[in-house]
């Protein structure tokens, strides 16, 4: 798949960059890069053009900045975009914190999009205490390297079925967490701890728009993200069985059957 190396910022940005078609960018959640999207660049990339970053820091990318808020990631694919002179509005599919960053970037840039499909994301702000525990995880991963974040995060991740079912899933999640670059963790935790609180910009979203959440998602859970879906106009909601926080990675038949038959409708 082919792999272009973009400047953006003073920092070269990876992103993958494939297919013809209306433009699907998908945004990857942390602290992971663009290959988590695996299946879905595979089932649109023969009919839509699909663009999978990887974020500053992550993946390929560079690093830069010891704080990376969401704002700068969504300025960073505003201006990925126009470098890859794609100027139509997008579909914009993050996960995760791909999903904060999708939030900020309808704030900032919402004539740039078509849709807008939120997985297994969140539109509160951080609590203090979450905020805190952030902000010693990134000293932590500063000091000790990647591993204690990937020991974090990995159990609550997946479903159980994954778990037991797909351990090839796990291990390869497990490798890019592992290889993430300490400072990059350590921004994006700092960003994510500080990013602003998105509810009051739910009922604003004037763009089609998907919800979607793994029925076992430890860290979106389902409640929450049916409330957003139901503040938001007009959008679907859809819940992937047999899936936890990483929904498109451990049911991607479910989700990109969602994800077509919202494009269609869209
Ligand atoms: C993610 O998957 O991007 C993370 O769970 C986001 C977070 O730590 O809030």
């Given at each position: 798949?082919?792999?272009?190396?973009?400047e953006?910022?003073g920092?070269?940005?990876?992103?993958?960059d494939?297919?013809?078609?209306?433009t699907?960018?998908?945004?990857h959640?942390?602290?992971?890069?663009?290959?988590m999207?695996?299946?879905?660049?595979e089932?649109?990339?023969?009919?839509?053009?699909?663009?999978?970053?990887d974020?500053?820091?992550?993946?390929?990318?560079?690093?830069?900045g010891?704080?990376?808020t969401?704002?700068e990631?969504?300025?960073?694919?505003?201006?990925l975009?126009?470098?890859?002179?794609?100027?139509?509005?997008?579909?914009f599919?993050?996960?995760?914190?791909?999903?904060?960053?999708a939030l900020?970037?309808?704030d900032?840039?919402?004539a740039?999009?078509?849709?807008?499909?939120?997985?297994d994301?969140?539109?509160?702000?951080?609590?203090?205490?979450?905020?805190?525990h952030?902000?010693k995880?990134?000293?932590?991963?500063?000091?000790?390297?990647?591993e204690?974040v990937?020991?974090?995060?990995l159990?609550?991740?997946?479903?159980p079925?994954t778990?037991?079912?797909?351990?090839?899933?796990?291990?390869?999640?497990?490798?890019?967490m592992?290889?993430?670059?300490?400072?990059?963790?350590?921004?994006?935790q700092?960003?994510?701890?500080?990013?602003?609180?998105?509810?009051?910009?739910?009922?604003?979203?004037?763009?089609?728009?998907?919800?979607?959440?793994?029925?076992?998602?430890?860290?979106s859970?389902l409640?929450?993200?049916?409330?957003m879906?139901?503040?938001i106009?007009?959008?679907e909601?859809?819940?992937?069985?047999?899936?936890?926080?990483?929904?498109?990675?451990e049911?991607p038949a479910?989700f990109n059957?969602?994800?077509?038959?919202?494009?269609?409708?869209?």
């Open positions: 798949m082919p792999i272009k190396r973009i953006v910022g920092a070269a940005l990876s992103v993958l494939a297919g013809a078609g209306e699907l960018l998908f945004v959640g942390f602290p992971l890069d663009h290959t999207w695996q299946a879905q660049i089932a649109f990339a023969p009919r839509y053009r699909v663009l999978a970053p974020l500053r820091g992550f993946g390929l990318s560079d690093a830069r010891e704080t990376v969401m704002e990631f969504a300025g960073d694919l505003a201006e975009l126009d470098a890859l002179d794609e100027r139509r509005p997008v579909v599919c993050g996960l995760s914190m791909g999903g904060y960053i900020r970037f309808v900032q840039f919402a740039r999009l078509r849709a807008l499909v939120l997985c994301t969140r539109a509160a702000a951080d609590s203090a205490a979450a905020a805190a952030r902000r995880l990134g000293e932590q991963v500063l000091a000790e390297g990647a204690p990937a020991d974090a995060m159990p609550k991740l997946f479903a079925r778990a037991a079912e797909k351990p090839e899933v796990l291990a390869a999640a497990r490798r890019v592992a290889a993430t670059h300490p400072v990059a963790i350590a921004a994006a700092r960003g994510m701890a500080e990013r602003p609180d998105s509810t009051a910009l739910l009922p604003t979203i004037s763009t089609p728009t998907l919800v979607v959440v793994g029925a076992e998602d430890a860290i859970p409640d929450e993200m049916r409330g879906a139901a503040a106009p007009g959008a909601f859809v819940v992937i069985p047999n899936a936890g926080h990483m929904a498109p990675l049911n479910a059957a969602a994800l077509e038959k919202f494009l269609a409708r869209s």
